[in-house]
T-cell receptor, first 116, second 116 residues
Framework: AQKVTQAQTEISVVEKEDVTLDCVYETRDTTYYLFWYKQPPSGELVFLIRRNSFDEQNEISGRYSWNFQKSTSSFNFTITASQVVDSAVYFCALSESTGGGNKLTFGTGTQLKVEL | DTGVSQDPRHKITKRGQNVTFRCDPISEHNRLYWYRQTLGQGPEFLTYFQNEAQLEKSRLLSDRFSAERPKGSFSTLEIQRTEQGDSAMYLC??????????????FGPGTRLTVT
């Protein structure tokens, strides 16, 4: 069975600090997909990134970057120069390619608070 | 291009009543998913459709829950004889599935159900 662990329940930083959100996953599939979603106080889940298991290149998008390491089953998310608008709950999720309709298994989320 | 919409956004009902939620996916998306999110947790998969066919249901979906997607467009989720434990945010997501390749899921704003 697939599982996603986000050990950090809550992180508080001061604006402009860098912050890394950890995600560790478990799966028996050799092909799978990893995702990060942001859930601001309004409640709507916002898609941030999708990563295929066969592509271990790290990715940067503006202030966001993702570090995918198959060897440690981790898919960490770093926000550089954090801003107050980054305050939200961030979810890491996993879907397997074999059956299951690509349903998502989510972690419990990390609440990020960015203060002035 | 409009996103996923859900109606109603909030629903308060008394224990034992039936409730029905509606989800309108992104128009070209052929897959539609329902998730449930309780406070402090990540969303949990309930069921999904490919076009009008319901292909998988989670064990979380008791006999009191039923979902439909007539004509492969909008979907409804009905809960009969509601219980206080049904209080949660019900999230709908849609995605495109083409040629054995799936893409990211986009979520609606959710319907928050409170059972009193």
């Amino acid at each position: 069975a697939q599982k996603v662990t986000q050990a950090q329940t809550e992180i508080s930083v001061v604006e402009k600090e860098d912050v890394t959100l950890d995600c560790v996953y478990e799966t028996r599939d050799t092909t799978y997909y990893l995702f990060w979603y942001k859930q601001p106080p309004s409640g709507e889940l916002v898609f941030l990134i999708r990563r295929n298991s066969f592509d271990e290149q790290n990715e940067i998008s503006g202030r966001y970057s993702w570090n995918f390491q198959k060897s440690t089953s981790s898919f960490n998310f770093t926000i550089t120069a954090s801003q107050v608008v980054d305050s939200a709950v961030y979810f890491c999720a996993l879907s397997e390619s074999t059956g299951g309709g690509n349903k998502l298994t989510f972690g419990t989320g990390t609440q990020l608070k960015v203060e002035l | 291009d409009t996103g996923v919409s859900q109606d109603p956004r909030h629903k308060i009902t008394k224990r034992g009543q039936n409730v029905t939620f509606r989800c309108d996916p992104i128009s070209e998306h052929n897959r539609l998913y329902w998730y449930r999110q309780t406070l402090g947790q990540g969303p949990e998969f309930l069921t999904y459709f490919q076009n009008e066919a319901q292909l998988e249901k989670s064990r979380l979906l008791s006999d009191r829950f039923s979902a439909e997607r007539p004509k492969g467009s909008f979907s409804t989720l009905e809960i009969q004889r509601t219980e206080q434990g049904d209080s949660a945010m019900y999230l709908c997501a849609s995605s495109l599935w083409q040629g054995f390749k799936g893409y990211e899921q986009y979520f609606g704003p959710g319907t928050r159900l409170t059972v009193t």
